[in-house]
């Protein structure tokens, strides 16, 4: 197996531990509140847990910003021991005022722990990575493996599992923390647009939006049934399977042109859920299209931060921005009590959702799927002067094609970024390495030291 292979499987085994871990823990973490909190209280815990998360996301942010060194990796392993002491006391304990308290101590160390898997795959992005087939496959194998585990709390498997998750997950990530690098930007000269961010976080928003109403509506049921007639565990979950398989096959293709597109036509299934109400199978066809358009969602915004991160002045903070807006999504749901609107109101609200969303994709150009035509095949010499510069200086073949761009062509960022079917950021990231690695200092510099290259 070569280096490249091995960091990819890494990069899903890091993955697959961490969607594993979290979803396991705040499936226990949901009963926190049970046999001492009124039914109206109860359903209040699953809120709150997801308000740690984000304070949790927003503290690694800020951890990123202002330490490094010994320093940031002590703090990260003092998250990784609160979770990993907080997360058993939930497998263990019974539901008491302190097992609550370990909850919410879990869910705050799981939002700085996530914070840094998706600064790493961020990082991962922007040198290359086939990201979405990593992180794809990381989030099925973890949401498949929760799914078999947890179908009962008390499954015996369910601990030394969750112990082998951690280890792996705790290896992983204290082993290739996310470089300076990442931190401070992928190029300190231009970074990502502003609007392209903005962009950005509303579309994942409205895609979080259209499973809102199946989030209120069916975590009402749950708490009213004690998780026995409805329970958000069962069969229709696996649904999430084959949607983040998809997203693994196309995410990684032209620089994930497809994603939107298809994020987008898995949200008209959002359309029906002010129909599907009413009856035992209208409930778990619901479900069944509930998992299948929130893993859209999920892969939507995933794809999207990861690449767009390495280029803003707080990747730490863009990195995870989704995952941030995905907790953030369930509180207004609550706070409008979508699952007691009526059906007509749901729909307009879907509809005027879906009009808003279609606007804003075609804004940002994710309906542009041909970039404009390229520049004449270059003579033989060329492309061999190509391949022997790349030689020369250990380029990868992300650098080399961005190379013969910033060589042969006298195009802007944005005509490379929209030929290679990349993001501006990944043509600036690819540009500061071509410079480091070569020691030049500008675009002209580095067209001389190829051109002035010594024939063999």
């Not at 910003?65 to 703090?75: F, I, P, Y």
């Not at 099925?140 to 997950?169: C, D, H, K, M």
């Not at 990868?396 to 060589?407: I, N």
Request: glycine share 8%; hydrophobic share 50%.
């Amino acid at each position: 197996m070569t280096e490249k292979a091995k960091r990819d499987c890494a990069l899903a085994g890091l993955f697959a531990a961490y969607v594993f871990l979290m979803l396991t823990m705040l499936r226990i973490a949901n009963h926190a509140g049970d046999g001492f909190l009124p039914t109206a209280a109860q359903e209040k815990v699953y809120y709150a847990l997801q308000v740690f998360v984000l304070l949790g996301y927003f503290a690694h942010a800020l951890v990123r910003s202002r330490v490094r060194g010994k320093a940031e990796t002590a703090l990260l392993a003092a998250a990784l021991a609160l979770y990993f002491a907080a997360f058993a006391v939930l497998l263990f304990g019974k539901s008491t005022p302190f097992y609550l308290a370990c909850a919410f101590a879990a869910s705050l160390s799981l939002g700085y722990l996530s914070g840094s898997v998706h600064e790493q795959m961020s990082h991962a992005a922007a040198l290359g990575s086939p990201v979405a087939l990593c992180g794809g496959t990381g989030y099925a194998l973890g949401v498949a493996g929760q799914y078999l585990l947890q179908l009962r709390r008390e499954s015996p498997l369910l601990i030394p599992v969750s112990a082998l998750a951690f280890a792996v997950f705790a290896a992983l990530l204290l082993r290739a923390p996310a470089p300076d690098g990442c931190a401070k930007g992928a190029s300190g000269e231009a970074p990502t647009p502003r609007r392209r961010l903005i962009l950005a976080a509303a579309i994942s928003a409205i895609l979080l939006l259209f499973s809102s109403f199946y989030n209120s509506y069916i975590h009402h049921l749950q708490i009213s049934s004690g998780y026995v007639e409805y329970n958000v565990y069962t069969w229709p979950r696996l649904m999430m399977l084959p949607c983040s398989l998809l997203f693994a096959l196309i995410g990684d293709k032209r620089g994930g042109r497809f994603v939107p597109l298809t994020a987008l036509c898995i949200a008209l299934a959002a359309l029906l859920n002010s129909v599907l109400t009413g009856s035992a199978g209208a409930y778990w066809l619901n479900m069944c299209l509930f998992y299948f358009s929130l893993a859209a969602a999920v892969s939507y915004y995933h794809l999207v931060f990861w690449r767009l991160a390495p280029g803003t002045k707080h990747p730490a903070l863009w990195a995870g921005m989704g995952r941030m807006l995905d907790s953030a999504m369930v509180l207004p749901s609550a706070l409008l009590h979508l699952s007691a609107l009526p059906p007509a109101a749901v729909l307009t609200i879907d509809v005027a959702g879906l009009a808003v969303l279609i606007v804003l994709m075609a804004l940002g150009g994710d309906f542009v799927f041909a970039a404009p035509a390229g520049p004449a095949a270059p003579a033989p010499d060329a492309e061999t002067r190509l391949r022997r510069f790349a030689e020369t200086y250990g380029l990868t073949p992300r650098e080399t094609a961005l190379l013969r761009e910033l060589v042969l062509t006298e195009d802007k960022q944005d005509a490379i970024a929209q030929r290679l079917a990349i993001q501006k950021s990944t043509v600036q990231f690819h540009t500061t390495s071509l410079y480091r690695k070569t020691g030049a200092s500008t675009r002209s510099g580095l067209s001389e030291l190829f051109y002035n290259l010594k024939d063999e």
